[in-house]
């Protein structure tokens, strides 16, 4: 949804643009185009060392600086660049197709010997096999209920654990698809969106949630965001999944220092469907700094 998020954050005319989610930095690259001629700055974001290893490698516009970081230390990097405000932010949120892609990280179900990791910074934290070798069954289950709304979690919980007690613990993408592949039945209650999806699906989503505390970082920076962005700076937020977009949802409506500029989420168009499936279940939700939240209605 690149267009429509140069679209929301260029009317603004932004001197100051945080990309929190830098990936591949094919958004970033089009928001410098919204900053003034040779002015301005862009920080971008990533928690994933590969993506800053990447850009030093790169010859890039002097407006552009990269952190290693959680999108949460936005004000840290502000610090290190010298801007007190952000005009504009840019969360896209999820997993960028060089993690998809890289056999050592254990996003995709097409490298089944993959170690499962699911970490987007491999440098912090246990990985996902390591995760499920040292919690309970029922702590399992629960965490694949509420982070991948996974009507099976139970069995696939007490797969996982049936399989450490035959000490050949879940270790490799390929272990975790076939613990899920006998635990949930390919059948009308796996469909999204009106599509068949993978019966390891659920499970890989909600245990990359946990391994990232991805619902946490989220939830922070959306009630630290309105501190960062000047009055009638804007926050641009595209999610994939409901647990994502529902916190989106509920801070822009509950918090008064946000006024929502997108009463429904924007949805990509069937041309981006098209040409990137990925982008089936993306929302787009904007929301403007209010310019004095406390200010009673006039008059
Ligand atoms: C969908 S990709 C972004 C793609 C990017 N917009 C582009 O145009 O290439 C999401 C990125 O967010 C990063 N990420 C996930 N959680 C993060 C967090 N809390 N802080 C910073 N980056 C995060 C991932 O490592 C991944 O590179």
Not at 39 to 48: A, E, K, M, N, V
Not at 113 to 126: I, K, N, Q, V
Not at 217 to 244: C, M, N, Q, V
Not at 259 to 268: A, F, G, M
Request: net charge neutral.
């Amino acid at each position: 949804m690149l267009e429509e998020v140069v679209q929301w954050l260029g009317e603004i005319s932004p001197r100051t643009i945080v990309d929190g989610t830098y990936g591949g930095g094919g958004h970033a690259l089009r928001l410098l185009e919204l900053l003034p001629s040779g002015q301005g700055h862009l920080i971008g974001l990533d928690r994933d060392p590969a993506v800053s290893r990447r850009v030093e490698r790169e010859d890039h516009d002097s407006r552009l600086q990269v952190f290693v970081g959680s999108y949460e230390l936005t004000s840290k990097a502000m610090d290190v660049v010298g801007v007190e405000r952000i005009d504009a932010m840019l969360l896209d949120l999820g997993l960028s197709s060089d993690q998809l892609a890289d056999q050592d990280r254990g996003f995709s179900f097409t490298h089944p010997e993959s170690p499962l990791d699911l970490r987007f910074d491999p440098d912090a934290g246990p990985t996902a096999a390591e995760w499920l070798a040292w919690h309970r069954e029922s702590e399992i289950a629960d965490a694949i209920f509420k982070f991948g709304e996974e009507r099976f979690s139970r069995r696939i919980a007490r797969e996982v654990v049936a399989r450490r007690r035959r000490e050949q613990p879940v270790a490799t993408v390929g272990d975790l698809v076939e613990v899920c592949r006998r635990c949930v039945p390919r059948s009308r209650g796996h469909r999204s969106r009106g599509h068949d999806i993978h019966p390891a699906t659920r499970t890989f989503q909600a245990l990359r949630i946990v391994v990232n505390d991805e619902l946490g970082a989220l939830e922070r920076t959306l009630e630290k965001a309105p501190d960062w962005l000047a009055p009638g700076g804007r926050l641009a937020a595209i999610s994939f999944h409901s647990l994502e977009d529902r916190l989106v949802k509920n801070a822009f409506r509950n918090d008064p220092r946000w006024e929502v500029l997108t009463r429904k989420p924007v949805r990509p168009s069937e041309q981006e469907v098209r040409r990137n499936p990925r982008s089936r279940s993306a929302k787009l939700r904007v929301a403007q700094r209010a310019v004095d939240p406390f200010a009673g209605p006039s008059g």
